[in-house]
């Protein structure tokens, strides 16, 4: 986009709450059960049907509350949201309108390497229902539904208008996202529509006080799907104001394997909610002793983790990102540090090799079933000398398929690296002999030549010798 308009977004993100049973029933929110078989009267909306407001869901908003710094609305009243949908049977959704549980909280961002950094206003975040779900299919006349999410307890979290670029929507929504993981509230997996987000997005001329018209894209089911779609709506904006014609306030879906936004319906004016107090719901008063309560059984949130990852552990900034980046991550590494009470390589270890059979597994440590005890064993070998940090890599992976004890996989696979003279004797001399030329590189000065003759002699132990001392030992024979 030229540097004539500038952006600005806000975001509207949707976040299943964790608790075991849905929002005000004690139906079973667990994801991937058969269609319609997780309802009950109460959410679906039926006559003479009570709602009971689910304890947990409260205590979990206001884990989040406290960690966006928002202010705590002190009497907690629910409203009914009046629209017709398919998939929501009531016909109406239980929802907060004018007084949300939270609001005035703020969300802090890096903006660039440096680590400087800019808060992003969190205008509210509000309790209600989530809604059931259709399920399309182009070869036929009609389409299915399930609701069996409908009832699910979700947080609605609304951005200030303050983010002002697509970049700085991502990175919002990233620390927003391992904010929640670190709660241990929501599991936040897109997929499963447990985090969901619209975005509303305007451009205006620079230097104008005046918002542009909002657009808002739907449809969006990963942060960069978020990232993806604003930036072709500035491009798009732009144009259209370019080319002297006004930006018309709608609804636009994002497609992904077009990469461009669709108009999906005009938003002239906003809706008419018919908003009015939830009638069977009786409000209630939030006493300051519940939320110190709360606050007590808070998390080291990532902020605070980053800043003394740094301070205590004496790493730099990017590798504590990337330690910090997930909880389990950062518990393990606290965890093999304190066995190997070297942190720069327990950090190193964690963010090159974990952080592949993380990724190639597409799981989590737990998944992984990788015990600590077992990475720090394999870490101290290495520095010990007691295996290659080649063969560290292999037994790991073993160790990760079996379960099996370091010590044990290293014995049956013959690991254990040549650390005695004696036997790498014949070794260093064969080397030698089949490679004059390099030896008398390294003598004429070409001090990789070293490296390479110490490639070969772990070539010619298969990876059993001990590479500093096969080094040395090279040095003393040629020179």
Wanted: aromatic letters at 6%; glycine letters at 6%.
């Amino acid at each position: 986009m030229s540097t004539k308009y500038e952006t600005v977004i806000g975001l509207e993100v949707h976040v299943q709450l964790a608790t075991k049973t849905k929002a005000f029933c004690a139906c079973s929110t667990k994801f991937g059960a058969r269609a319609n078989t997780q309802v009950c009267p109460v959410c679906l909306g039926l006559p003479g049907v009570l709602p009971v407001f689910n304890k947990k869901a409260f205590e979990y908003a206001i884990k989040l509350a406290i960690a966006l710094g928002c202010e705590i609305q002190r009497v907690v009243k629910f409203d009914r949201k009046n629209y017709y949908y398919p998939d929501l049977p009531k016909n109406y959704q239980i929802s907060q309108f004018d007084m949300p549980l939270a609001y005035n909280g703020k969300i802090t961002v890096e903006e660039d390497a440096s680590g400087a950094s800019r808060s992003i206003g969190v205008t509210r975040a509000h309790l209600e229902e989530d809604a059931g779900k259709l399920i399309h299919d182009a070869r036929l006349p009609f389409s299915y539904i399930d609701l069996n999410r409908t009832g699910t307890p979700l947080l609605e979290i609304v951005s200030e208008p303050e983010i002002r670029s697509p970049d700085e929507a991502h990175k919002y929504l990233t620390v927003l996202k391992q904010i929640i993981e670190y709660l241990e509230i929501s599991d936040c997996n897109m997929e499963e529509g447990s985090l969901r987000c619209d975005a509303n997005v305007s451009i205006r001329e620079k230097g104008a006080r005046k918002l542009g018209s909002k657009v808002e894209i739907k449809n969006l089911n990963s942060f960069k799907a978020v990232r993806d779609a604003l930036r072709f709506e500035e491009i798009r904006q732009e144009e259209v104001l370019e080319d002297g014609e006004i930006i018309s306030q709608e609804t636009r879906l994002w497609d992904e394997n077009k990469n461009v936004t669709i108009s999906m319906r005009a938003k002239e004016a906003a809706h008419d909610y018919r908003y009015f107090p939830e009638p069977d719901l009786v409000p209630f008063e939030v006493k300051e002793e519940e939320v110190e309560i709360i606050r007590d059984t808070m998390p080291e949130l990532p902020a605070e983790k980053i800043k003394r990852f740094e301070t205590e552990y004496k790493l730099g900034h990017k590798d504590v990102e990337v330690l910090v980046s997930r909880k389990d991550i950062a518990d393990l590494f606290e965890e093999v540090e304190k066995n190997v009470k070297k942190a720069q390589i327990a950090a190193n270890w964690i963010k090159g090799e974990v952080m592949k059979h993380l990724k190639e597994k597409s799981t989590d440590v737990k998944g992984l079933n990788l015990d600590p005890v077992n990475l720090s064993k394999i870490i101290q070998m290495v520095e010990d000398g007691t295996i290659s940090g080649l063969s560290a890599k292999e037994v790991l992976a073993v160790c990760l398929e079996t379960g099996d004890d370091p010590d044990d996989i290293v014995k049956k696979k013959g690991f254990k690296q040549v650390s005695d003279e004696g036997e790498l004797e014949s070794s260093i001399e064969n080397v030698i002999k089949k490679n004059q030329k390099s030896v008398n590189d390294y003598k004429n000065g070409k001090t990789n030549a070293l490296g390479f003759l110490v490639g070969q002699v772990m070539k010619e132990t298969k990876g059993k010798a001990n590479p500093k001392l096969a080094g040395e030992m090279l040095r003393k024979k040629i020179t």
